[in-house]
């Protein structure tokens, strides 16, 4: 007999051994009985009986894989993962694979074909005399054959069919779809509003998903249309679109200049090897094309390469560069995918057919033999962490993973986490510096409009009118930022001052005027906007900063000639009209693009000459420390649009914080700048990249308990003072956290800040063996967190 330590996707303490008459190697799947239920797992390291104690260990039921669907390598990286961020191996282990590798263990199985193989005779045998042929019953019958492992295969040949659990991911996609008719009668009998939405749907193809016209024109207009007879609504499978080809334009010939050259010569030092790199180049300043020649080169030398983005449905212009350059042996990650596409890109990405990957966070994890580079671009995005467990940075794992595999990094950015660039300070990673753009494409003229002195308020200062006016005459593009969605922020009752709050996360709501509903930007709570105050009953209201929708109406109201579209969460929920937004930008559809964050990243337009910050100050006012640096890199990132080709481009930035230094050096697109600044406030309040830090989130419907709960967590957390006195260990709380509530559950939280990852380490471990969490109480552990709030 041989025994196994088995991971489950569970979280539980202990672990789970069971025994096998047959060797298994570590990183197959097997499937094992926990408390009468079938599971699947991972099988990991070898281990012995325990001695003297007479348990009795129960066998392993089955075998699904000779070779193991975890290499070593990735296995280790788990392990690590597991240790590093306070959750089960398991969990760990499973974040890794396509889901479709947990096989369905109670499904109903249809026979399909007429030819049986012989290795599927009992099953044939076993499903036909059984009258429901479910998988569970089966398994009891056929004792002896490696049941699920022939399911699996059986259904890759198409001979059975498996009647799975109904799983949205599973199903192709439907979506409405506008079909354009004829008109039946003339165009000019429409009233007015109709009239508009007809305009603007002959703008698309005869047919198109409705989404992307559902941020422009209300649906009522849409309805009548509809029963006027001038289009149809169809629901139809809904098709990703392949990344458009767009070869030529993509594909020419570049020059690297010196400053590039002289990035992939000191980044080549290391090839083969591990080491990391921090490539910082101002936006515009050619990094993809540095990325593109070394990984030519690791495919020269028959290496694979992960590429990391941010969010890849808000980059199609980096995934289409990939597409042009590398084609069929690039894989791309994108969401849109069914889990069964999502297997069988694995599979071949396992095999070594694809040698490219490119995707979000969860890419690290490729299962690409021979892996010789990781590219994280845009290293300093909040979105690389991930905000369910198991609570993991791409960034910091796709490292982890290098070292494991001695292959090379490169973390490039043209506003790096202080983090990383601390490492690179300290020589931890080699700095690659670009600081120009390539030929003699300008970094933008950047102005700041002090708002304090507009003395009329109008979200729009005469400036930027002006500004947005002349491109208008000469037929240019413009972006307008504004990092808020809706109509604005809050509502505040003008006589007794309260704001108008959601009842499950006693955060203010915000006015969206379209719908005219308060809505809760973090759960997503609505209720119908208030006329009159809820608490005094007055009916006169102030209204907080304003977001994209209002900014929309004044547009329309300044400049009634031109073509706004809105770009923000609220209009673009899908793929697609991110896609058709980048068209009709691109296609001059477009005169002024406005939006939200979702427009910092990645665009590249050449009629772009002029670029308004509507507010620079929102994300500056959140109670985080990261609030200064995510400024900083968003003003910097939209700057960054502008003026990309021979025109020299234009910056405003409207702010109640002209001389904050954030907002000072994002105007001068100034890295080094903030940097030495932020890294002073980062020094003197122990935080990162000189302090490590962690927090648990304490979470329960019942606040009262969680009152009643912190003197024990106070005093656990004290105790951890003896073995590490301030300054090597500082603990803040038990206190409410920022947002004190979230989707009824009330969020207390303690901080830890260390002076080493050891001391960070041992100190949680430490908590988590005296403090015995009650169990109507749900503890969360975040390792290196994106913010406090
Ligand atoms: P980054 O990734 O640093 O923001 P990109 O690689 O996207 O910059 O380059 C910005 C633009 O400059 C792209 O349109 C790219 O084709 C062009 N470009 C890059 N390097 C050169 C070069 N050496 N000569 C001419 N154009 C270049
Ligand atoms: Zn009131
Ligand atoms: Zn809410």
Redesign the pocket.
């Known amino acids: 007999m041989e025994y196994y330590i088995i991971h489950l996707p569970l979280e539980i303490p202990r672990e789970l051994v069971y025994c096998s008459p047959v060797k298994i190697r570590e990183g197959a799947r097997v499937i094992v009985n926990l408390s009468s239920r079938l599971w699947t797992g991972i099988c990991g390291k070898k281990t012995l009986p325990e001695e003297g104690k007479d348990i009795s260990y129960k066998a392993v039921i089955e075998v699904l894989d000779t070779c193991p669907v975890l290499s070593q390598e990735l296995m280790q990286l788990g392990y690590w993962m597991a240790s590093y961020y306070h959750c089960s191996i398991g969990r760990a282990l499973f974040a890794m694979l396509p889901s479709r590798l947990q096989p369905e263990l109670e499904a109903n199985v249809i026979w399909l074909a007429e030819e049986v193989p012989e290795q599927f005779l009992p099953l044939k045998k076993a499903i036909a005399a059984s009258d429901n042929s479910n998988l569970k019953a089966l398994r009891k019958e056929l004792s002896s054959y490696p049941l699920y492992k022939r399911i699996e295969e059986a259904e890759e040949q198409g001979l059975i069919k498996l009647k799975r659990k109904l799983n949205h991911k599973d199903k192709p996609r439907t979506v409405n779809y506008i079909i354009r008719l004829q008109p039946p009668v003339a165009e000019d009998s429409l009233p007015l509003k109709q009239r508009e939405a007809w305009e603007r749907i002959k703008e698309e193809e005869s047919s198109f998903p409705m989404s992307n016209i559902s941020s422009t024109i209300s649906y009522s207009a849409v309805k009548a249309l509809v029963k006027k007879g001038f289009i149809k609504i169809e629901p139809r499978r809904f098709e990703p679109e392949s990344p458009s080809f767009e070869g030529f334009s993509l594909l ?1 010939q ?4 010196n400053a ?1 050259l002289q990035a992939i010569e000191d980044i080549n030092k290391g090839f083969g090897t591990f080491n990391v790199n921090l490539l910082y ?9 540095v990325y593109m020649e070394l990984i030519r080169r690791y495919l020269a030398a028959d290496k694979t390469i992960i590429f990391l983005i941010p969010e890849i449905a808000l980059t199609p212009q980096m995934v289409d560069r990939f597409q042009s350059n590398f084609g069929q042996i690039l894989a791309i990650q994108h969401s849109q995918l069914t889990e069964k596409e999502r297997l069988i890109q694995w599979q071949k990405i396992k095999s070594g057919d694809k040698r490219i990957v490119i995707g979000a966070r969860s890419a690290v994890f490729a299962p690409l033999p021979d892996l010789g580079l990781i590219i994280v ?1 845009e290293e300093h995005e909040g979105t690389y962490k991930q905000e369910s467990a198991p609570r993991y940075q791409g960034r910091d794992l796709a490292i982890k993973r290098a070292q494991l595999q001695n292959a090379q990094v490169i973390l ?1 950015s ?1 506003t790096p986490a202080l983090e990383s660039w601390h490492n690179a300070l300290t020589g931890k990673y080699q700095l690659q510096k ?1 600081e120009n ?3 003699d ?1 300008c970094l933008p003229n950047v102005q700041v409009i002090d708002l304090r002195d507009e003395y009329d308020q109008s979200l729009i200062s005469p400036l930027l009118l002006e500004a947005i006016d002349k491109r208008l005459q000469r037929k240019e593009q413009v972006i307008l930022f504004q990092n808020r969605r809706g109509y604005s922020s809050f509502m505040q009752c003008l006589k007794c001052g309260k704001l108008i709050t959601c009842k499950n996360c006693e955060i203010s709501m915000s006015y969206h005027r379209d719908r005219e509903e308060m809505q809760c930007h973090y759960c997503g709570n609505t209720i119908p906007s208030p006329r009159k105050c809820p608490y005094c009953g007055s009916y006169s209201f102030a209204y907080g900063a304003p977001g994209t929708q209002k900014i929309e109406q004044n547009l329309k109201i300044l400049f009634p000639e031109a073509k706004i579209l809105r770009m923000d969460s609220d209009s673009a929920r899908k793929r697609d009209t991110y896609k058709s937004m980048y068209n009709r930008m691109k296609n001059r559809e477009v005169d002024i693009l406005l939006g939200t964050q979702m427009i910092s990243k990645g665009l ?1 337009f050449p009629l772009v000459t002029l670029v308004g910050i509507v507010m620079a100050d929102i994300s500056l006012n959140l109670p985080d420390f990261r609030a200064a640096e995510r400024t900083f890199q968003l003003l910097t990132q939209v700057a ?1 649009r502008s003026g ?1 080709r021979d025109k020299i481009g234009e910056v405003i930035i409207q702010t109640y914080n002209p001389e904050h230094y954030s907002i000072v050096s994002a105007s001068q697109q100034n890295y080094i700048l903030f940097a030495t600044e932020e890294l002073g406030y980062r020094k003197k309040l122990y935080y990162p990249p000189y302090y490590r830090l962690a927090r648990i989130l304490f979470q329960s419907p019942d606040l009262e308990l969680l009152k009643k709960e912190a003197p024990s967590i106070h005093e656990a957390a004290d105790k951890l003072h003896k073995q590490f006195p301030v300054p090597q260990l500082f603990l803040l709380g038990v206190t409410p956290a920022p947002f004190s509530k979230i989707s009824s559950y009330y969020r207390y939280h303690l901080i830890f800040k260390a002076q080493t990852v050891t001391v960070l380490q041992s100190a949680i471990r430490q908590f988590n063996s005296t403090y015995h969490c009650p169990s109507n109480i749900h503890k969360q552990i975040d390792i290196d967190p994106n913010n406090l709030m």
């Open positions: 020419k570049i020059e690297l200049n590039q180049g101002i936006t515009g300043s050619g990094k993809t094309e671009d490039g043209a670009i753009r390539p030929l494409y590249d960054g990309r």
